[in-house]
């Protein structure tokens, strides 16, 4: 509307100059040398219009002849430009879904047209690691690197072919000198703190994360949980060596991130031996009712130093009361007064903890039960029974990081180097599936959880016939010399069935022996009821237990049976038997006597 509005005055004032000028009277004499021209005015002003539009056109025209092979040379830079950028196009959409022969002739063609297009040597190198061809990406990469413009981008293509070829040192400088390029950057940043978590580097570690805040690249509550992550990781390491240091870090880590359970475990620990129990108590209920941990109920049942096991289980007791039954970690306070229970010998109240997941148990309760079986019955194969459920029972929560399950918390993933990666929660491959389980229940394990566990006081005699314990007969040794005289009567009672050793036998063996008393004989089983079939479990007061075995009044010296034992007439010598002995090879009337047998 605005420029139709001065587009009419602009035509009104154009009219009004030619009315203007038609108007003036007169003429207009122009004299040039010997050339004089007469007009009027309104001729003059018409006449000059038309040399200025004529002096326009001509210029025009003069600048166009002249610029037009500047022209021409755009036009086809312009072309090849855009030839090479539809080739980068076209490349890059070959590399999305996986073409290798496309992507290569793309790259050709990018290179021909746009060879010194950023795009085009990430074209280059991104189809060449589609090939494979990792010499040829990691010279494009230092190429870019060289260059200004992409510099960052050359070194994050170096970093991840240093990754592939598991060169981890060489990684880790690439993303510092990213660092240094620029702080902001995400890769870098990431890359090097996991690596400095990974040495054990917790104070530069520190350092990257304080210079990810700065940057912006961190919000200010991660900020302060993974600052408490790696506090409380350098306090577990300094434990052992510089105590104070160790208290010192986790106080701050715990103040950063109360919810952290190691931090909450070592400062109630710190608090604990300070006997500062109140505080000590305070920080490990702060991180229970966030995470139920085994870890926590162990702090909070040692909480004070010097407490029987009983009030150590009225405390777990108190503890586990604060998360209701509805809420997720319920079990894990069941867990902890079972445990509890168990170490105060109150084996009725570690079952009924155990109670309502015996039916589908874990690993660890299967491993309870086991141990409470063990523990107040002494029943070994009840035992058993419940440590081979536990080999095929679910798994229990673990420390679980990228799919990598630890045995303990650690700050930083060993898969991806992520910080605060490790989670408290059920892993992966414990999930329920459709598959059958690798280890099938057999009867004999389910026969015998469900028989009653057996009791400790001596049930009385059954009526049922019980079957005699099979004894083999004991020999009776022969008689000797030196026998007491007990020994001589039980000799001479011994049946006649026992070979008698040669005297030769007798002589060469020296053992003293001397005879058992043999043992009271069973009560044979009554004959006049068939005896009834034998049960296939039994409990411990039915089994019948054999007499005592009297203690002989002489141990006897028994050469074991494959004891060659000492010849007592001394090595043979065949020269000796040749010639006689040294007796015999005598000389005068003392050999002759020895020849003749004298």
Known sequence: MLRIVLFLILIALAA???????????????????????TTFSGFVLGLGIFAAATVLVWSILTMIWRTP????????????????????????????????????????????????????????QSAQLEGNRDEAQRV???????????????????????????????????EEAIKLSPSSTWASHAVLGFRCARGDWSGALAILDSNLSAGLIDKQTYRRQRGVLLTARALESETVDRDVARENVMEAVKLAPTLVPAAVLAAKFESEAHQVRRAMKLVEAAWLANPHPDLADAYAHVKLGDSAR?????????????????????????????????????????????????????RVALLMAEIERTEHGDGGRARAWTLRAVRARHDPAWTADGYVSDRWRPVSPVTGRLDAFQWQTPVASLPSDRGTTIESSAFE?????????????????????????????????????????????????????????PKEVAKE??????????????????????????????????????PAPIPAVIPIVRAPDDPGIDDEGPSDEFTEQIGTPKAQAGGWRGFWSRWGA
Request: proline share 11%.
């Open 16 to 38: 009004a100059g030619g009315a203007w000028v038609a108007d003036q009277p007169g003429d207009l004499v122009l004299t040039w040398g010997g050339l004089r021209a007469t």
């Open 70 to 125: 500047g022209r021409l040379r755009r036009r086809r830079h312009e072309k090849r430009h855009a030839r090479g950028r539809h080739a980068i196009t076209q490349g890059l959409l070959a590399i999305g879904h996986g073409d290798t022969a496309l992507a290569r002739r793309h790259s050709d063609a990018a290179r021909r047209h746009a060879s010194n297009d950023p795009l085009a040597l990430l074209l280059h190198a």
């Open 141 to 175: 990469f230092r190429v870019m690197a060289e260059r200004e413009d992409t510099r960052l981008l050359g070194l994050r293509g170096l970093f991840i072919e240093a990754q592939r070829a598991d060169d981890a040192v060489g990684a880790v400088m690439i993303a």
């Open 311 to 363: 009030q150590r289980l009225q405390r777990v007791e108190t503890l586990a009361a604060k998360i209701s039954a509805d809420k997720p970690g319920h079990n894990e306070g069941q867990f902890a007064i079972a445990r509890a229970a168990i170490d105060a010998s109150e084996f009725a109240r570690a079952r009924a903890a155990l109670a309502p997941y015996v039916n589908d148990p874990t690993q």
């Open 446 to 502: 389910e026969a015998m959880l469900a028989a009653p566990p057996p009791k400790r006081v001596m049930a009385p005699p059954s009526e049922s016939p019980v079957e005699p314990p099979v004894t083999a007969p004991t020999p009776v040794p022969a008689a000797q010399d030196n026998s007491p005289p007990e020994a001589k009567e039980a000799a001479k009672e011994a049946p006649e069935e026992v070979p008698k050793e040669t």
């Open 510 to 547: 020296e053992p003293t022996v001397t005879p058992t008393e043999p043992a009271d004989p069973a009560p044979a089983p009554a004959e006049s009821s068939p005896p009834a079939a034998t049960p296939v479990f039994r409990t411990r007061a039915d089994l019948g237990k054999p007499g």
